[in-house]
């Protein structure tokens, strides 16, 4: 039995999940709407203000979909009460971000500035000009946008120019060492 599928997803107050006969799971709360299709033999009973994923049989595809559901229905429940985000910094001489609307404008040592436009269902906040927020209630939406904010400007090893996440360590190399014995 998988670990992570055999643990029930609890349903907070003031969340509704509804499951229809296509096996679409639809998680309604205070943020927003969230909804997934199941595949496979997986099924739900929703019992005492919880979620329990169940699997037909021990079929190898079926193991592996059974704990990926309750944890896609676990971050789906989350992400409609509490939400998700990601915040990156952006390191470098002169390298700033400007927030325009619903678009940031990133100006990061390229000849002309980069737009990135908000998707829907995701929302950005400057904590400071260096230090960009990104906010929503799908997990896999936020970190997406998030990736494609960074891929921008991959951190450079030198002199840790680039954009990175805020909690994520940057080995900084030691550059050459010539005339030394």
């Known amino acids: ?26 998680v309604k709360g205070p943020l927003g709407q969230l909804s997934q299709t199941l595949t496979g033999k997986i099924s739900l009973k929703q019992e005492n203000g919880e979620i329990i994923i169940s699997r037909a049989d021990d079929e190898r595809q079926n193991v592996a979909l059974h704990g990926l559901y309750r944890a896609l229905i676990f971050n789906m429940v989350k992400g409609v009460t509490t939400g998700y985000e990601k915040a990156l910094l952006v390191a470098g001489v002169g390298y700033k971000v400007i927030q325009q609307g619903k678009k940031i404008i990133l100006n990061i040592g390229y000849s002309h500035p980069i737009e990135v436009e908000e998707p829907n269902g995701i929302t950005f906040a400057l904590a400071s000009p260096t230090e960009i927020v990104v906010k929503g209630i799908d997990k896999e939406l936020v970190g997406q946008t998030a990736a494609n904010i960074k891929a921008a400007r991959p951190v450079e090893p030198y ?11 940057v080995v900084k190399k030691e550059g050459k060492t010539a005339g030394k014995k």
């Not at 998988?2 to 639809?26: Q, Y």
């Open 159 to 169: 002199h840790n120019y680039g954009i990175r996440y805020k909690t994520e360590k």
């Open 1 to 26: 039995m998988s670990r992570i599928g055999r643990l029930p997803v609890i349903i907070p107050k003031g969340v509704t999940v509804t499951v229809s006969d296509d096996n679409t799971v639809t």
